[in-house]
């Protein structure tokens, strides 16, 4: 079975902080995503993987950053923190475009 | 680019009647197109997903759905619907040629009533 592990379920961290979320396939995908989930707002992207060191900008990057230095992992990274960055986070991973994507469990963030 | 618009964003329906819920779509590209279910505090799980062929695609747990090119739509449907189908629905999209992002509807929660 594809596994797709988010480091962390639940974070707290302060505003201002430098706040590093790591996530690792284990299916030698291609593509790897992030994603947060806000309720009433669905998933909307914010970054995008297609191949290691690529990336492109999702609907809503500001305030993130990204790296994917090997293949099978992917970080998201929110420069200093921000109370509206208080979400739920989604990593996920497919193999290419069309084939189904792989969700991580989620990480709960909380900047207080 | 790719949108996904989600009709609906509570359904309630009674145990043993139709599910339908609608998705509409974006896409300057011919698409792929995707239903994921999320129950409660768990991650997103594929339905069903279409990308070329037969346009009436059969997923898990008797779902199925139907891309209609001439009304850009990928409807959701299932005969009878069962307590266990209580969950938030997302429809996606994503396409090769145009941007390959896999891009989500902002969710149908569907209520089953006994």
């Known amino acids: 079975d594809v596994k797709v592990t988010q480091s962390s379920r639940y974070l707290v961290k302060r505003t201002g902080e430098k706040v590093f979320l790591e996530c690792v396939q284990d299916?030698?995908?291609?593509?790897m995503f992030w994603y947060r989930q806000d309720p009433g707002l669905g998933l909307r992207l914010i970054y995008f993987?297609?191949?290691?060191?690529?990336?492109e900008k999702g609907d809503i990057p500001e305030g993130y950053s990204v790296s994917r230095e090997k293949k099978e992992r992917f970080s998201l990274i929110l420069e200093s923190a921000s109370t509206n960055q208080t979400s739920m986070y989604l990593c996920?991973?497919?193999?290419?475009?069309?084939?189904?994507?792989?969700f991580g469990q989620g990480t709960r963030l909380t900047v207080v | 680019a790719q949108s996904v618009t989600q009709l609906g964003s509570h359904v309630s329906v009674s145990e043993g009647a139709l599910v339908l819920l609608r998705c509409n779509y974006s896409?300057?590209?011919?698409?792929?197109l995707f239903w994921y279910v999320q129950y409660p505090n768990q991650g997103l799980q594929l339905l069903l997903k279409?990308?070329?062929?037969?346009?009436l695609v059969k997923g898990i747990n008797g779902f199925e759905a139907e891309f209609k090119k001439s009304e850009t739509s990928f409807h959701l449907t299932k005969p009878s619907a069962h307590m266990s189908d209580a969950a938030e629905y997302f429809c996606?999209?994503?396409?090769?040629?145009?941007?390959?992002?896999?891009?989500f509807g902002k969710g149908t929660k569907l209520t089953v009533n006994p």
């Open positions: 996920a991973s497919s193999f290419r475009t069309g084939t189904e994507a792989f």
């Open positions: 299916m030698d995908h291609e593509n």
């Open positions: 993987s297609y191949d290691v060191k690529m990336k």
């Open positions: 896409s300057s590209v011919p698409p792929y």
């Open positions: 279409y990308t070329t062929g037969a346009t």
């Open positions: 996606a999209v994503s396409a090769l040629g145009g941007s390959e992002k896999l891009v």
